[in-house]
């Protein structure tokens, strides 16, 4: 499961900056080309699309951080009801915070409210694991008071992903990458392969470097781990929002490869991600500069044919 280092300064109204959601797969789709300054825009071009299953999240709890010389340190935390039996799994059951508890959170000051919330991957057909990941995520807003009540309201609540982005807006997603474990010279980075009457080996570089400097730069392609690195793909428009697969299916025939059926809600973003199936992917409010403006998506054409050549 990635981490999240980093969070926008988001709205001024409290609202949550992040979700999170199970990769599904790839298809293609038909849409009308929004990019301004491509040479096929305003005309219908087919794109990849990725789909990701977005159950809702269930909120345990909430913490408030004050920030000191040595970081961010918890000052504050309550804890909801309603915790299901599979969250067992991770960790044990906290009891709901009494109404003292409460009332001694809401007095509480500080820098940053985060809710904690858990996923609820029994719900989904795909990933064949009831145990649920948990996270924190930012609450935004311009007054601390106001993100605070937010929290406190949120407690044991559900929270769907249609209140992080709609479509036609932009979203950071985070994932960690397919993993290929320990990789030669040639496999991870592509040099050519050694002439055929090379003395020693074929399948590695030619040289480490001079003698002078007598150290090896980190500009030398070497053997080492291949994959399973965090990675963070800004800017990614989120072309469609299914909240119902029965009513609109999304799901191809014969199912999503190594995933299955879509039964919960989706999100249909335009490009891939990273990630195998099944893999959790984190979602964030944009952080860079890039103005998310809310534009009409015209998805003329959705393919839900076989992936599996039937």
Known sequence: MPRIRAWPDGPKQPTLEGFAGYKVGMT??????????????GQEVSVPVTV????????????????????????????????IEE???????HPESSADALAQFGDTAGDDVRLVVHTQPQLLTGTGSKTPEIFEIRVSGEKF??????ATAQLGQEIAADQLAK???????IGVTKGFGFQGHIQRWGVKLQPRKNSK????????????????????????????????????????????????PITPAGGFPHYGEVRSSCLVLHG????????????????RSRVAIVEKVD????????????
Do not use: C
């Not at 293609?28 to 825009?41: E, G, P």
């Not at 969250?87 to 059951?93: A, F, G, M, N, V």
């Open 28 to 41: 293609h789709a038909f849409i009308v080309d929004y990019r301004k300054r491509s040479t096929t825009a």
């Open 52 to 83: 990701v299953e977005v159950p809702p999240l269930r909120v345990l709890g909430a913490r408030i951080y004050a920030r000191n010389p040595y970081g961010a340190r918890v000052v504050g935390e309550v804890w909801g009801p309603g915790a």
């Open 87 to 93: 969250i067992e799994r991770r960790i044990p059951k």
């Open 145 to 150: 008071a106001d993100r605070r009540a937010f």
């Open 167 to 173: 479509e036609g807006e932009f979203v950071d997603v």
């Open 201 to 248: 080996h074929r399948r590695m570089i030619g040289t480490l470097g001079p003698h002078n400097p007598s150290f090896v730069s980190y500009r030398i392609p070497q053997a080492g781990q291949q994959g399973y690195h965090r990675r963070t793909q800004f800017n990614m428009r989120v072309l469609k929002i299914v909240r119902d697969p029965r009513s609109d």
């Open 272 to 287: 891939s991600l990273p990630g195998p199936a099944k893999r959790l992917l984190r979602f964030r409010m944009p952080i």
């Open 299 to 310: 998805l003329h054409y959705f393919s839900t044919r076989s992936k599996q050549g039937a």
